[in-house]
């Protein structure tokens, strides 16, 4: 069933500036919009986003389009994603294609890319790609030969596919995927993926959302201690480590 929310929400501390080149430097407070889909909604990570900021220091509110299952071209058709983006008054807008399309459906993918993220330019706001992670080892869509046959295989493509979009479209690409699969080699104890292979846990929406407050708002992960609830203290300690050791200024 088509799914789109849009969401509004204001937590406030106090914000230090991004100095990355291809990250604009936000108003105070940030106000970040994201499009996205299941990967943006379930566990509400903008929300998380938002309180991770916030617990390191910065000043960030947040607004999101989503649709269950959506390709950047069905957040296009299917959603009020380019009414919204045209509202302005956004530091960011973050885009989040189908779990599998830059791997799976390339050109379709870079052309939404580039139509968003020029209705994005027009506002003045940064454009920021959410690069998500792989399937879990042994699901079945590693039996597809465009899937590179396993998960390292398939996060370099989905890497590649949002890092092609980033250059193309003048934006960053915020390396989640890449800090999924480093937690996956170096902690397999903590638990990322829902059963179904493919959703994050609490932990992964955790360690997504300290990706994005490091690399949007450069936020200093090891000066945070906030720990969602059902989320192990310990576990989080060793996910902001991880986000550090992925996101270098």
């Keep these: 069933m088509a799914r789109w929310l849009l969401t509004l929400?204001?937590?406030?501390?106090?914000?230090?500036?991004?100095?990355?080149?291809?990250?604009?430097?936000?108003?105070?407070?940030?106000?970040?919009?994201?499009?996205?889909?299941?990967?943006?909604?379930?566990?509400?990570?903008?929300?998380?986003?938002?309180?991770?900021?916030?617990?390191?220091?910065?000043?960030?509110?947040?607004?999101?389009?989503?649709?269950?299952?959506?390709?950047?071209?069905?957040?296009?058709?299917?959603?009020?994603?380019?009414?919204?983006?045209?509202?302005?008054?956004?530091?960011?807008?973050?885009?989040?294609?189908?779990?599998?399309?830059?791997?799976?459906?390339?050109?379709?993918?870079?052309?939404?890319?580039?139509?968003?993220?020029?209705?994005?330019?027009?506002?003045?706001?940064?454009?920021?790609?959410?690069q998500t992670w792989p399937r879990q080892p042994g699901d079945a869509v590693y039996q597809q030969p465009w899937s590179g046959g396993s998960a390292p295989a398939l996060g370099q493509k989905l890497r590649d596919g949002y890092q092609q979009a980033a250059t193309r479209a003048g934006g960053v690409r915020v390396p989640v995927g890449d800090a999924w699969q480093l937690a996956l080699t170096q902690h397999p104890e903590i638990a990322l993926y829902q059963p179904d292979g493919s959703h994050p846990q609490v932990a992964g929406t955790y360690l997504a959302a300290c990706v994005f407050a490091v690399t949007l708002f450069h936020v200093d992960a090891s000066a945070v201690t906030w720990t969602p609830a059902g989320l192990a203290a310990a576990d989080a300690s060793a996910l902001r480590t991880i986000c550090r050791q992925v996101v270098v200024h």
Aim: proline share 6%; charged share 10%.
């Design 9 to 130: 929400t204001l937590l406030a501390a106090c914000h230090k500036p991004s100095t990355t080149p291809d990250v604009a430097r936000p108003q105070v407070p940030a106000n970040v919009l994201f499009l996205g889909n299941s990967y943006t909604f379930v566990n509400d990570l903008p929300a998380m986003t938002v309180r991770f900021a916030e617990a390191g220091g910065a000043q960030v509110r947040q607004a999101s389009v989503t649709l269950g299952g959506a390709t950047l071209a069905g957040l296009l058709g299917q959603t009020a994603a380019l009414a919204t983006i045209a509202q302005g008054g956004w530091s960011h807008v973050v885009l989040q294609g189908q779990s599998l399309e830059p791997a799976a459906d390339r050109a379709p993918f870079l052309a939404a890319a580039q139509t968003l993220a020029d209705a994005v330019h027009k506002t003045g706001a940064a454009v920021a790609f959410y």
